[in-house]
T-cell receptor, first 112, second 114 residues
Framework: GEDVEQSLFLSVREGDSSVINCTYT??????LYWYKQEPGAGLQLLTY?????DMKQDQRLTVLLNKKDKHLSLRIADTQTGDSAIYFC????????????FGTGTKLQVIP | DAGVIQSPRHEVTEMGQEVTLRCKPI?????LFWYRQTMMRGLELLIY????????DSGMPEDRFSAKMPNASFSTLKIQPSEPRDSAVYFC????????????FGDGTRLSIL
């Protein structure tokens, strides 16, 4: 089955850019998502990209997809303390089930 | 629009008791998911319903766990009897269609079994 890997922890200074990385194993993955989880809350969808795209930008967020290396990244420009949270990468396929596999999550700590 | 609504938000009970978690998906969404989140195991998919029918329950840990979706606007996850190792945050998520639409999560139920 699909395996989705993320580093567990990232620390950045306020105002810097954050880059959260994700790798996956199934080359047939079609839909790739980024979610944010704040303490005591559920997962909030941030953005998503289809496998026929290389990049998607949405305000301070930039998603890059390297299909050859099966690598997805989320860049947050001008990181703010409110961006401190756990970020999950999730990968789905277009098969009959459309199962989505979530990564382990990366905890982003923003230092003022 | 109202998001996915879960109840209760918190539940503390003694081992051996029956626990029922509830979920109301977003109106118009026809896929529903139950997840469990723990520090040790991360986010685990327990069961997935499509059009109220269970499609994949391979993640349900054991027979003590059961889930139902009697109609398009309500689902339950039941644990009977509960054990301390069931302590976790349980999330419900819903999705429109079966394709590329993203899942939308509720705020979860934090379950503590003493």
């Amino acid at each position: 089955g699909e395996d989705v890997e993320q580093s567990l922890f990232l620390s950045v200074r306020e105002g810097d850019s954050s880059v959260i990385n994700c790798t996956y194993t199934d080359s047939s993955s079609t839909y790739l998502y980024w979610y944010k989880q704040e303490p005591g809350a559920g997962l909030q969808l941030l953005t998503y990209i289809f496998s026929n795209m290389d990049m998607k930008q949405d305000q301070r967020l930039t998603v890059l997809l390297n299909k050859k290396d099966k690598h997805l990244s989320l860049r947050i420009a001008d990181t703010q303390t409110g961006d401190s949270a756990i970020y999950f990468c999730a990968v789905g396929n277009s098969g009959g089930y459309q199962k989505v596999t979530f990564g382990t999550g990366t905890k982003l700590q923003v230092i003022p | 629009d109202a998001g996915v609504i879960q109840s209760p938000r918190h539940e503390v009970t003694e081992m051996g008791q029956e626990v029922t978690l509830r979920c109301k998906p977003i109106s118009g969404h026809n896929s529903l998911f139950w997840y469990r989140q723990t520090m040790m195991r991360g986010l685990e998919l327990l069961i997935y319903f499509n059009n109220n029918v269970p499609i994949d329950d391979s993640g349900m840990p054991e027979d003590r766990f059961s889930a139902k979706m009697p109609n398009a606007s309500f689902s339950t996850l039941k644990i009977q009897p509960s054990e301390p190792r069931d302590s976790a945050v349980y999330f419900c998520a819903s999705r429109r269609g079966t394709g590329n639409q993203p899942q939308h999560f509720g705020d979860g139920t934090r379950l503590s079994i003493l």
